[in-house]
């Protein structure tokens, strides 16, 4: 079992900067593949970054070039790094995890695939 729990979510400018956390407790095996998620009002959930046990990395275009997804084993905390935000990055992100023994992640698309989700934090970019 796993707990995920997210903090760092705010309101900001467009053109600002968050930086988002997500503590995992519970296994202490790190072999899971972690990912960020975001739902707005109206709209499905959207996978929008995830890394594996390498640290390898994958985004949805939308983010690419603004959002970073990182990982501190040792802390065994998640982070998103979102830079140059606009007012359509305003959602709902969570975290989510899933052991793959140290496999490859699952594609942005598959959320089905995750186990564990964190309760979310609230991201709002005003224009």
């Known amino acids: 079992q796993v707990q995920l729990v997210e903090s760092g979510g705010g309101s900001v400018q467009a053109g600002g900067s968050l930086r988002l956390s997500c503590a995992a407790s519970g296994d202490t095996d790190s072999r899971y593949c972690m990912a960020w998620f975001r739902q707005a009002p109206g709209k499905e959930r959207e996978g929008i970054a995830t890394?594996?046990?390498?640290?390898?990395?994958t985004y949805d275009d939308s983010v690419k070039g603004r959002f970073t997804i990182s990982q501190d084993s040792a802390k065994r905390t998640l982070y998103l790094q979102m830079d140059s935000l606009k007012p359509e990055d305003t959602a709902m992100y969570y975290c989510a995890a899933d052991w793959t023994g140290g496999g490859t992640c699952y594609p942005l698309s598959a959320g089905d695939f995750f186990h564990y989700w964190g309760q979310g934090t609230q991201v709002t970019v005003s224009s």
């Open positions: 890394i594996d046990f390498d640290s390898r990395t």
